[in-house]
Each structure stands twice: as structure tokens, then as C-alpha cells.
């Protein structure tokens, strides 16, 4: 049996709640398809200590201010897993947890989504799977014989306690975890280019208001301005700040090599590693899409906004900058949702193609 609706909705992280709290103000019959079998998206997987960049009434979803944090400090993924399981009861979104999609096609003027549990009928898309589920390990020449380990795998840093642990990454997420693990582990942090610390004021918020009027200045044909890139590539979030003040951070240029025993450098230093860590990223999660054949020969599907170019009624959405300025953030994911859905809603009104 197939199931019609008229917008299906992949992912039920806070892209798709997003999306979903847009399509029902515009009154479109709507499905939230989710893999996972609770509420949370990839705040669920996140590590023992991780934390948002902004206080809690600046990392809201639209519609509902996230509730203030009840501890010091920024508030933990638990409590953003907290919000986001409210904030889809309170709006009563439809979603169906446990239900992987498997393939996106075309069926004349739908789209046939599959599942691992049936077929669903849709005149639109919205892919919002984020990029989690798909991290990024570079290739490596040697034979390490230690543990590997990618940013999603770690958890604490009471397992590597007095254990010499290589973590790999100048972003945030590999000054978070070598910020984590200074003081319990021996650590080595591993970095391509000096680290830059944004200025210890910003926040998430700050970085969402660069992030948007750097596009705003690109679409009217001003001077790029570099956006956050410009500023830095790490928040000093507090543990980060204290690990980099007490000089527990003390970034290692990138090894050439992982023999056996450790890493090795162009000049021949030799480190142990009991654990190497990699802290280098994710790629979008887009496999589900290969079926319409939109990417590029460089394995990017090319977007106007949200929009698939070459398919007009699919929106790809939360991945990042190139779908919308921070729109892989909590506070940024609300207003390329809106864009997406009052496009969808035009173009499902004109029958547009």
C-alpha cells in the first residue's frame, strides 16, 4: 500500500521540526519520516559534556522559545533533547519514528518515497537528514594498530583515562573534546593551521547574525565579508576557554603518517597513540536522493536556497550554509524552513513544476 500526502518531510531532527511547525501554519498535509526511535535528532549522540554555543533564548526553534537552562552555564544536549521532544508534542507534528527512508524517485509529477516499512506518494520533499549519520575520516597511509574513533563515537573522557590520545581537528568539535580530555588524558591536539579562537564574546547568536548578513551582502552584490569564517574557527565556549588559559591546549602540527605504534611527522617525530580521534567533519547525508540523480560530478546537488535546482519541488534543508546562513544551527534553521515551505506552498498552489 501506498500512503499520499503532499509534502513528506525526511528527518525528524530540528530541521524537520522546523519545516514541520511552517507546513502546518500553511495548512499542507504533512509526514514526518524519522529513523531514529526517539525524539532528538543528533543531540541524542552528542558527547557527555557537549553544550550549545548560546544561552538558551537565543537557541530556539520557531513558534517556542526554548525554556531557560536550570544549571550554570550554556545548556547540555539533554536539555536541547528535552526541547525538541516537547516542542513536536506541543505542535502535534506527524511524524513516524523507526521508519528509515531508503530511496527518493520520481513517479510522473510525485515523488515515491520508500521506506524500509512501505511506500509514501508526495507532490514535495523537504531532506533534512542533516549530516551526523555521516562523518568524514580521512584516509590515512600507515598501519595504526590503536583504537579509532570518530567525533560520534565519543562519549567521555573517563575511558582514556592516563591513555596517550591523538584528537585530530582545529574546528569546534575537536577543541571541545581536546578541551574534555586535558588533565584525564595525555593528550596530543592535531591541527592543520593554528587554531583561531573567535573573540571570547561570541556566541551562537553573534555567529548566526554574521553568518546572515554576509548573505544578505552576497545577494545584493556586495563584498563578501567572510562571514564566520572571517572571525575565527573555534567558540571559546568556558571549557575550552579554561583548557586554553591553564595552556592544556597546545595545538601539534598535521602528522604525515599513522604507523603501528602512533603518528609520525614530515620531520620524523614519533608520538604513541593508544586512541587517535577524529574530530574532521561530516559530509550530508544524502544517499536516500542518488535515485533523481542530482549531483554534480563534484557530489554537490546544486540549490537555489533551499530548491534542488534540477528538481524543483525538492528542498534540501539544515545541512549547512549553502542551504541557508546557520541553517545547520538551532536558532538558524527557522527562517530557511519558513523560505522553504512558502515556496513549496506557491508552487503546490500554481501547480508549478
Known amino acids: 500500500m501506498t500512503a499520499a500526502v503532499r509534502v513528506v518531510v525526511i528527518g525528524g531532527g530540528q530541521a ?34 557537549l553544550r550549545l554555543f548560546s544561552p538558551a533564548q537565543h537557541s530556539s526553534l520557531p513558534g517556542w522559545p526554548m525554556p531557560p537552562y536550570p544549571g550554570p552555564g550554556y545548556p547540555t544536549a539533554e536539555h536541547v533533547v528535552d526541547y525538541l521532544a516537547a516542542y513536536e508534542k506541543r505542535y502535534e507534528l506527524p511524524i513516524r519514528r523507526g521508519e528509515t527512508v531508503t530511496a527518493v524517485s520520481r513517479d510522473s509529477d510525485r515523488f515515491q518515497v ?59 568539535s575537536g577543541a571541545q573534546i581536546a578541551a574534555d580530555l586535558a588533565g584525564t588524558a595525555n593528550l596530543t ?40 569564517a572571517g572571525l575565527g574557527d573555534i567558540v571559546a565556549v568556558p571549557p575550552v ?22 603518528p609520525v611527522w614530515t620531520d620524523g617525530t614519533r608520538r604513541h597513540a593508544d586512541a587517535v ?11 536516500h536522493l542518488a535515485p533523481l540523480r542530482l549531483r554534480t560530478t563534484r557530489g554537490h546537488i546544486p540549490t537555489e536556497g533551499t530548491r534542488a535546482v534540477a528538481e524543483p519541488r525538492l528542498h534540501l534543508l539544515g545541512y549547512g550554509d549553502w542551504t541557508g546562513p ?11 524552513a519558513r523560505a522553504a515551505v512558502t515556496d513549496i506552498k506557491a508552487a503546490l498552489d500554481t501547480g508549478r513544476r
Not at 19 to 47: E, S
Not at 147 to 165: K, N
Not at 241 to 262: I, N, V, Y
Open 277 to 287: 580521534i577524529w574530530c574532521t567533519g561530516f559530509r550530508p547525508a544524502l544517499s
Open 114 to 172: 520508500s521506506t524500509d516499512t512501505g511506500e509514501w506518494s508526495a507532490e514535495a520533499v523537504i531532506s533534512a537528514t542533516g549530516t551526523w549519520w555521516r562523518p568524514f575520516l580521512p584516509l590515512m597511509p600507515g598501519g595504526f594498530t590503536g583504537r579509532q574513533l570518530h567525533t560520534v563515537d565519543y562519549r567521555g573522557p573517563e575511558e582514556f583515562a592516563g591513555q596517550d590520545v591523538v584528537v585530530v581537528g582545529g574546528g569546534n
Open 16 to 49: 524537520g521540526l522546523a519545516a514541520g511547525y511552517y507546513l502546518r501554519r500553511a495548512g499542507l498535509d504533512f509526514v514526518i519520516l524519522d529513523a531514529r526511535t526517539q525524539p532528538g535528532g543528533a543531540w541524542i549522540h552528542g558527547w557527555d559534556s
Open 326 to 336: 546557520a541553517s545547520a544551527t538551532l536558532i538558524g534553521v527557522g527562517m530557511t
Open 189 to 228: 591536539w592535531v591541527t592543520r593551521r593554528p587554531p583561531r579562537y573567535l573573540p571570547d564574546h561570541i556566541d551562537g547568536k553573534a555567529l548566526f547574525d554574521v553568518a546572515t548578513r554576509r548573505r544578505q551582502a552576497l545577494e545584493t552584490g556586495q563584498a563578501d565579508t567572510a562571514g564566520v
Open 241 to 262: 576557554r579554561e583548557a586554553r588559559d591553564a595552556g592544556l591546549l597546545r595545538p601539534s602540527p598535521m602528522f604525515a603518517r599513522l604507523d603501528a605504534d602512533g
